[in-house]
């Protein structure tokens, strides 16, 4: 195995696990809505395709629902303790901001 083909393995590896962590027990679910074809949606895809597996990893048991629906705005939902919720819209975003959004639901804790 080349010595540029193992850099380009870490480097991918590296990319792949940067900013995924343990998300906190007071946020319950976190509900995803994109839709399959529309450019607005394309941020969620690449963030579905880039974050989602490496997130699921670090927390299998927690639930991370992804929904598709033709024709949708791409939105996000967060579900806290007591059936309190926050929503962002996440239109025409890309990925790294996809995950901003997941993690500034994550770091505020509802009162």
Avoid: H
């Amino acid at each position: 195995m080349s010595m540029c083909y193992v850099m380009q393995l870490s480097k991918i590896k590296m990319a792949s696990s940067v900013g995924v962590r343990k998300l906190p027990q007071y946020l319950k679910e976190i509900r995803i809505l994109l839709c399959q074809r529309s450019s607005s949606s394309q941020g969620v895809r690449d963030w579905v395709e880039k974050c989602y597996v490496d997130l699921k990893k670090q927390n299998p048991a927690f639930p991370i629902r992804v929904r598709e629906c033709s024709g949708i705005q791409p939105k996000m939902y967060a579900r806290y303790d007591f059936g309190q919720e926050s929503c962002a819209d996440l239109e025409n975003m890309n990925s790294q901001q996809v995950n901003e959004t997941l993690y500034k639901f994550a770091d505020s804790k509802p009162q």
